[in-house]
């Protein structure tokens, strides 16, 4: 099955994280909290704005991405769990590989 979303709509993945501290400590599921991070997976064409016009989205799919805690609708797709949001919900794009500061010697 293929779902494209509507408008502006744009369908995330959760990018989980690490199941242990930097100093070893195993967190079980119970105290880990959702991951704010995520893959977007598909795109919508874009919103109509007042005059008509459509105006593309700025995130396409592939791209990481912060979104709020609350954001969006959890959806559960061929197996996969996924959420559904507004374009407007993401809250930036995460750009390179790693998103960890660098320690300067």
Same mark, same amino acid.
């Given at each position: ?44 064409? $874009?919103? *109509?704005?007042?005059? &008509? #016009?459509?105006?593309?989205?700025? =995130? /396409?799919? $592939?791209? *990481?991405?912060?979104? &709020? #805690?609350?954001?969006?609708?959890? =959806? /559960? ?29």
């Amino acid at each position: 099955m293929h779902f494209r979303p509507l408008h502006d709509r744009v369908v995330v993945r959760r990018i989980e994280s690490e199941e242990k501290t930097s100093g070893g400590i195993i967190i079980p599921d119970t105290a880990k909290e959702k991951p704010q991070e995520g893959e977007v997976i598909a795109v919508g064409p $874009g919103a *109509r704005g007042e005059d &008509g #016009k459509l105006h593309p989205l700025d =995130v /396409k799919a $592939g791209d *990481r991405v912060l979104f &709020g #805690k609350w954001s969006g609708t959890e =959806v /559960k797709l061929d197996g996969q769990e996924l959420i559904i949001m507004k374009e407007s919900d993401i809250m930036g794009i995460i750009e390179g590989k790693s998103s960890k500061a660098k320690k300067v010697a």
